[in-house]
């Protein structure tokens, strides 16, 4: 395992998924590379469609150790059911929360009495007082190594995937001294859009990214619409530097 160590800003990168040894460790060094501080990528993914590409589960647990070894960065990797849990600690430096399960209250406080760090995103439909609340599932457990990942929220508006709600970094700030990480990547749905509202998301007080990269985007199983490719990424970082 990994010491989690915290400089602002905290930038979480690598790609949606996990899909083969090539991909992965590609990624992970070219972020390492540009300055990430850790490597995310799912093993188990929650798909809408129960037909799209599931995740490669364990063996891409197995893959983002091998990752870890390489480049030293930490991991983060999403565990979608209670059940997991204790594999997915064996393996994750930080256990992501998805929107989708922001809400689980029996997952949230299993995941937080593993004591790791916990990325807790936002769902696409909860408030901020919901959020906080689900939040409070994780302190409950005496684990107070929680980032808010904001992601965008459901709203009328169609041309982006989901609507970044960036008034919530200074609002979260009044409120909370957890950390809050803003992800542009689900929040856009559009890899052009994503450098700019990174840039607008640390202007407003982000502690930190997580940003989708993959080394082919097009070739990507899922999420390569909003992937950035190593390139953007790396100019991405040189920008905020
Ligand atoms: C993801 O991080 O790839 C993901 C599925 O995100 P979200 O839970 O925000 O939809
Ligand atoms: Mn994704």
Request: one cysteine or more; a positive charge.
């Amino acid at each position: 395992m990994q010491q989690v160590t915290f400089k602002i800003p905290f930038v979480i990168a690598g790609p949606c998924a996990v899909e083969s040894e090539d991909q992965l460790l590609t990624t992970a060094r070219a972020v390492a590379k540009a300055g990430a501080q850790a490597l995310r990528g799912g093993a188990y993914k929650p798909r809408t469609d129960p037909r799209s590409f599931q995740g490669l589960g364990e063996k891409g647990l197995k893959l983002l150790a091998l990752a870890r070894k390489e480049t030293g960065l930490p991991v983060v990797t999403e565990v979608l059911d209670t059940r997991d849990v204790p594999l997915i600690a064996e393996y994750a430096d930080i256990i992501q929360i998805g929107s989708r399960s922001s809400q689980n209250y029996p997952l949230l406080k299993e995941a937080a009495r593993t004591q790791k760090p916990i990325l807790l995103k936002r769902g696409m439909a909860m408030t901020v007082e919901e959020w906080l609340l689900s939040a409070e599932y994780l302190l409950q457990e005496g684990n107070d190594r929680i980032f808010l990942c904001e992601r965008g929220i459901r709203t009328f508006e169609s041309a982006t995937r989901h609507t970044l709600d960036l008034a919530v970094v200074p609002l979260l700030k009044r409120k909370t001294n957890l950390k809050i990480i803003v992800d542009p990547s689900h929040g856009t749905g559009d890899a052009a859009l994503v450098p700019a509202m990174a840039k607008a998301a640390l202007a407003a007080g982000a502690d930190g990214l997580m940003i989708e990269v993959h080394p082919h985007p097009a070739k990507a199983l899922s999420d390569g619409k909003q992937s950035l490719d190593i390139p953007a990424f790396t100019k991405l970082m040189a920008d905020i530097r």
